[in-house]
């Protein structure tokens, strides 16, 4: 059974950082994409970032392209975000997520992740 658990969420100004963190289990870690998506309130589900352990390049929304980093510590399982120069619009519940198979194809698209994690807030205030 596939486990994801997210940590780090919390209250922030404008201009600062966060860092998230998802724990990952239950399944061949190395065979599954792994990204960030965030939910706003009133807005759709989006991908954020998405990655795959051991190689292969990261994919961002042009929305945190060089603001945010989504990496993988493969000796503990753990996913990353690393946000910086954040702003209100990065406001909402951020989740992890994973899917079988490393392809980079349909990356940007909430539904090809069957896996979640319960969703960390983060909160970015002015």
């Known amino acids: 059974q596939v486990q994801l658990t997210e940590s780090g969420g919390g209250s922030v100004q404008a201009g600062g950082s966060l860092k998230l963190s998802c724990a990952a289990s239950?399944?061949?870690?190395?065979?599954?994409?792994m990204a960030w998506l965030r939910q706003a309130p009133g807005k759709e589900r989006e991908v954020v970032a998405s990655?795959?352990?051991?190689?292969?390049?990261?994919e961002y929304a042009d929305s945190v392209k060089g603001r945010f980093t989504i990496s993988i510590d493969n000796g503990t399982n753990t996913l990353y975000l690393q946000m910086n120069s954040l702003k209100t619009e990065d406001t909402g519940m951020y989740y992890c997520?994973?899917?079988?198979?490393?392809?980079?194809?349909?990356?940007?698209?909430?539904?090809?992740?069957?896996?979640w994690g319960q969703g960390t807030q983060v909160t970015v205030s002015s």
């Open positions: 997520a994973a899917r079988p198979g490393g392809y980079v194809d349909t990356w940007y698209n909430p539904s090809t992740y069957p896996h």
């Open positions: 239950g399944y061949t870690y190395n065979y599954y994409r």
């Open positions: 990655t795959k352990p051991r190689g292969g390049f990261s």
